[in-house]
């Protein structure tokens, strides 16, 4: 099972782009990529999810290398309301592995 | 248009008195996980069903068991809630199990007296 490392907590302006990189360097052949996006007082969100290369949705990107050891997760223009606790999680996209949550980013943003 | 749901969103029990946290779904999926989140910590699961099959984790404590006797609805029974289960409960469900992008529901903040 892959563990994944990702800095404590980030700070950025409104306005800016930020990128959170997360570890995985023990990521398996099948092993999938996900990013969740959890508000206090709220369950994690889903935001995207990738196996390689580079995955787009209408929130965020989603950068994986070509040794898959490392992703980053690409927020355009973050505003206030992007701020929030990030996690990246490892798994299989099958029916056989356990998803085991990391520490999380704390991403701040201010005005 | 809530789609996991939590009820109730804050519960209050006693030390030792049993309490039962319960979820439903509208999505009509297969997998049903409950995770315990403490404070500034990341989720941590405690069980989850694929459909009836239920699958614990290692170290979740005996004191800790779940229900699911339908599709939409699971269930958590905390037999003898100690001071340190104090925590946010949160349900989520998947199409299948493995890394498939789970919903989650808002979460039952259990406190203990």
């Known amino acids: 099972l892959a563990k994944t490392t990702q800095p404590i907590s980030m700070d950025s302006y409104e306005g800016q782009e930020v990128n959170i990189t997360c570890s995985h360097n023990?990521?398996?052949?099948?092993?999938?990529i996900t990013w969740y996006q959890q508000f206090p007082s709220q369950g994690p969100r889903f935001i995207i999810q990738?196996?390689?290369t580079k995955v787009t949705n209408e929130v965020a990107s989603l950068f994986i290398p070509a040794d898959r050891k490392s992703s980053t997760l690409s927020l355009p223009r973050v505003s206030l309301s992007d701020t929030a606790v990030y996690y990246c999680?490892?798994?299989?996209?099958?029916?056989?592995?356990?998803?085991?949550f990391g520490s999380g980013t704390r991403l701040s943003i201010r005005p | 248009d809530a789609m996991v749901i939590q009820n109730p969103r804050y519960q209050v029990t006693q030390f030792g008195k049993p309490v039962t946290l319960s979820c439903s779904q509208t999505?009509?999926?297969?997998?049903m996980y409950w995770y315990q989140q403490k404070s500034s910590q990341a989720p941590k699961l405690l069980f989850h069903y694929y459909d009836k099959d239920f699958n614990n984790e290692a170290d979740t404590p005996d004191n800790f068991q779940s229900r699911r006797p339908n599709t939409s609805f699971c269930f958590l029974d905390i037999r003898s809630p100690g001071l340190g289960d104090a925590a946010m409960y949160l349900c989520?469900?998947?199409?299948?199990?493995?890394?498939?992008?789970?919903?989650f529901g808002d979460g039952t903040r259990l406190s203990i007296l």
């Open positions: 023990n990521i398996a052949t099948n092993d999938y």
């Open positions: 999505l009509n999926h297969n997998v």
């Open positions: 999680l490892v798994g299989e996209d099958s029916s056989a592995s356990k998803i085991i």
């Open positions: 989520a469900t998947s199409r299948e199990s493995g890394n498939q992008p789970q919903h």
């Open positions: 990738g196996y390689k």
